[in-house]
């Protein structure tokens, strides 16, 4: 018998969490998944498999995998493979999700405050990693980081990282897609007292199923839009290669103007040298126009 208990034919794969969390409470039960994560080429076989794990005892060793089969182990006629749960598990460990409690001091980034003109700032703690002005104090964003992601990084190796994972974050947010769990993401406008990001105006996504949660300016999810990297292009830069930090409509709310809010009609201001791009989204965040003025092109 496995160690997570058996469904008849119909029913969803559902089991108690603290079952699921008691079976990986092993040792011997991680380094096998820590096995067959390393293996180069899966299913492995039983006896490769039991050489990998530090375990005299091959009956032990039967009894631990056994209670991984099913739903953290796949078990073939060839053999044995990791299954989406046990990887989830190895990749939560090595991000340093549960193991990790990193110490990092402040380091300067590229950029300079949008407010003050001041040097910005990265802290870290929490798992969150902030950047702000060291000057007037003026919020940058705060996003989750794992701890994984500060492992044999530089300060600015770490700077661009967590540029990309914001960017990867609030795009699959923006549409729909929670990036924990991919559960169903809901967006909503909030207009209220200014937050830990410094604007009033924001974005919330909440999933439906494990309730993760993201905040952001609104100009935040025109970063992957075709329409302003096209406008950034046409200016001769690359704005993939922009720090968000460094772009005034991705983190101030200034550049958002309110036309209507029943419904939700919002207007995101980005210049670039002479010109404007005008972009008006929805309540879903869904572009309904955009328009440049005074561009040449």
Known sequence: MSGISDHTAGEADEIAPAEALSVIANETRLDILEALWRAEDRPVR???????????????FNYHLKQLTGQFVAKTDDGYDLRFAGGQVIRAIR???FTRQPDVEPFEVEGACTRCGGKLEATYGDEQLRIECSDCGKAHGEYPFPPGGLVDRTPEEIATAFDERVRHLHCLAADGVCPVC????????????PCCLDVSLRAEHVCQQCRHELCSPVGLVLLDEATVAAFYDDHGIDLSQR???TLPWCVDDEY????????????VRIPLGEDELRVVLDGDLTIEETECIDCSI
Do not use: H, K, N
């Open 95 to 97: 991000a340093g999700t």
């Open 182 to 193: 991919s559960g169903q993401m809901s967006t909503e406008i909030q207009r209220e007292e």
């Open 256 to 267: 958002a103007t309110v036309e209507s809010s029943d419904p939700w009609r919002i207007s």
């Open 46 to 60: 039983f006896s490769d498999l039991f050489e990998e794990v530090d375990l005299t005892d091959s009956a032990q």
């Open 243 to 245: 720090p968000y930090w």
